[in-house]
C-alpha cells in the first residue's frame, strides 16, 4: 500500500509555499508537482513490489491510499504492516522523523518499523512481559524470522518472568518446530543497561509487545533511537 500524504497536499494549496530543485532553483510549489511526485514514486514502487514477490513465488497486490487514516484498517487476520522507521534523507544527513511512529498505537496488526537493509546472522532479541496468548504469538513471530534469518533467538523478560525455573522449558515449548539456536536471559531494569545488551547482541531485530490502550509509541522511540536493529511491535 502506498500512502499518499494528504497534508502535503494542503501545503502545496497555501500561498507561500515554495520548492526549490537544480533545475529551476526556486518556484511556487503546487498540487500538480506533490501529485506528480506521488505518481513517480508508487510506480517505481509497484515495480520493486512485483519483482521481489517473483523472486519468491508470492501472489501480491499494490494499492494506492490518501492519508495514514486509511492504513489503520488495512491488511487480514494474519498480516503485518512494515514502514520506514526513517524518511529520506534531505541533501546529505539531515532527516525529519518517520510519522509512522504515530500510527503504531492505532494498528492492530504486528507493526514493523524496518531500520536496516535485510541480512542474514545475527540475532533476534524479543523482550516479554507476562505469559500468556500474546507472548506466544510474539514468540511464534520471532522464531520464524529467527529461522529465515539464520539468527539466533535471545528471549528476555523480567526477573519476576526470566527467573521463575521452567522460563526456558516454557519458551522452548512454544517456539517448538523452530529450527532455531535460542538462548533466555533475564532483561536488565534500566534502559541504559538494556539498550547495551542488545547491542551487544548484534541485535538485527528487536520484537516487543505491546497492548492498544498501553501503546507509548514516544516512549518506544525513545528507547531504540540508540539501536540499528528493526523493530516488530506485536499486539
Avoid: Y
Avoid at 529461522?147 to 523478560?157: K, M, N, Q
Amino acid at each position: 500500500m502506498f500512502v499518499e500524504d494528504e497534508e502535503l497536499i494542503d501545503l502545496a494549496g497555501l500561498p507561500f509555499a515554495r520548492q526549490v530543485t537544480v533545475a529551476t532553483g526556486l518556484e511556487p510549489l503546487t498540487k500538480d508537482h506533490i501529485e506528480d511526485h506521488f505518481r513517480a514514486f508508487s510506480e517505481r514502487l509497484r515495480r520493486e513490489l512485483a519483482i521481489a514477490a517473483a523472486r519468491q513465488g508470492v501472489e501480491w497486490s499494490f494499492e494506492v491510499v490518501r492519508g495514514r487514516a486509511a492504513a489503520i484498517g488495512l491488511g487480514g487476520e494474519h498480516d503485518f504492516v512494515v514502514a520506514d522507521a526513517a524518511t529520506r534523507p534531505v541533501g546529505e544527513h539531515f532527516r525529519i522523523a518517520s510519522r509512522w511512529w504515530s500510527l503504531m498505537a492505532t494498528i492492530a496488526h504486528p507493526f514493523l518499523l524496518a531500520k536496516r537493509q535485510w541480512e542474514t546472522g545475527g540475532s533476534v532479541f524479543a523482550l516479554l512481559r507476562h505469559r500468556g496468548p500474546q507472548s506466544a504469538r510474539l514468540l511464534e513471530i520471532a522464531a520464524q524470522i529467527a529461522g529465515i534469518s539464520r539468527a539466533t533467538l535471545t528471549v528476555a523478560g523480567p526477573p519476576d518472568l526470566a527467573g521463575t525455573d521452567d522460563f526456558g522449558a516454557w519458551v522452548s515449548g512454544l517456539i517448538e518446530g523452530h529450527s532455531v539456536s535460542l538462548q533466555t536471559e533475564s532483561a536488565a531494569a534500566e534502559p541504559a543497561a538494556l539498550r547495551q545488551r542488545i547491542i551487544e547482541l548484534d541485535c538485527r531485530l528487536l520484537v516487543v509487545e505491546a497492548n492498544l490502550d498501553e501503546a507509548r509509541p514516544e516512549e518506544l522511540r525513545e528507547f531504540v533511537n540508540a539501536l540499528a536493529c528493526d523493530v516488530l511491535v506485536v499486539r
